[in-house]
């Protein structure tokens, strides 16, 4: 992210999902159980967690604010990795907002050297979760929809197999926030009620530890990117480095 809207006004129109008069609901597709990533009823992890809980972070305040500031892709991460060691992992996970805490603060730490000045790029996030699998025995992969794919679609197929795929909001009139990573947990179908077809899809993305529901038709043009899916995988037989 480059810079939120810290004073956002979160309408209704973002936080519910509203059907017209010629609408009904289609299947829906979603990550079972990312509510259980983090306790406590958060939706997922949030940046302003970095600049809180001092005592459960190592660093100074310039620090921990410029990582509050420029996090939403770190916790993108963040939240793909949990819900992998969810699934995946069960008797090593844990979802107290401080070990969360410590999972988004390794990563930021693992980042390697990453120019955040202008925010964190989809490179930038690519070489984090890279650094971070590293450090920790794991390895990620990268399934990323091509510029002319069916974004819907690329969507459903990783949701289906248990992957939350990350976007990078852009600007837009009327978005709740501008230049942001969010995690996408959930799209719903639309339907047309007199032709019964899909005519749009709602998505429910994580971002600042809360749900938000955006529809893809408004929304697809203020993307920055095309939807990525990141894998990870156990390193077997190979201890991480110390």
């Given at each position: 992210?480059?810079?939120?809207?810290?004073?956002?006004?979160?309408?209704?129109?973002?936080?519910?999902?509203?059907?017209?008069?010629?609408?009904?609901?289609?299947?829906?597709?979603?990550?079972?159980?990312?509510?259980?990533?983090?306790?406590?009823?958060?939706?997922?992890?949030?940046?302003?967690?970095?600049r809180q809980n001092r005592e459960a972070r190592a660093w100074n305040e310039k620090r921990a604010e410029k990582a509050s500031d420029g996090g939403c892709g770190f916790v993108s991460v963040a939240n793909c990795f949990a819900y992998y060691i969810?699934?995946?992992?069960?008797?090593?996970?844990?979802?107290?907002?401080?070990?969360?805490?410590?999972?988004?603060?390794?990563?930021?730490?693992?980042?390697?050297?990453?120019f955040l000045k202008f925010g964190l790029f989809?490179?930038?996030?690519?070489?984090?979760?890279?650094?971070?699998s590293k450090h920790t025995g794991y390895s990620v992969k990268f399934q990323k929809a091509s510029f002319f794919e069916n974004k819907a679609e690329f969507l459903k197929v990783s949701l289906r197999n248990k992957?939350?795929?990350?976007?990078?909001?852009?600007?837009?009139?009327?978005?709740?926030?501008t230049e942001h990573w969010v995690t996408v947990t959930e799209i719903t179908e639309i339907k047309d009620i007199e032709n019964n077809r899909i005519s749009d899809h709602i998505i429910s993305v994580s971002s600042w530890g809360k749900k938000y529901y955006f529809r893809l038709s408004e929304t697809e043009k203020w993307l920055l990117n095309t939807p990525v899916s990141l894998i990870f995988q156990k390193n077997r037989n190979k201890k991480p480095p110390v």
């Open positions: 992210m480059l810079k939120i809207f810290r004073n956002a006004d979160i309408s209704k129109r973002y936080t519910e999902i509203s059907l017209k008069s010629n609408e009904k609901y289609g299947d829906i597709i979603k990550l079972e159980g990312f509510e259980n990533i983090v306790s406590d009823g958060y939706y997922g992890g949030a940046q302003e967690w970095y969810y699934k995946n992992n069960k008797e090593a996970f844990s979802n107290s907002k401080e070990d969360f805490l410590r999972l988004m603060t390794n990563i930021y730490d693992f980042k390697g050297r990453i989809e490179s930038g996030l690519r070489k984090a979760a890279r650094n971070f992957r939350p795929a990350v976007l990078l909001f852009g600007w837009g009139k009327g978005l709740p926030f």
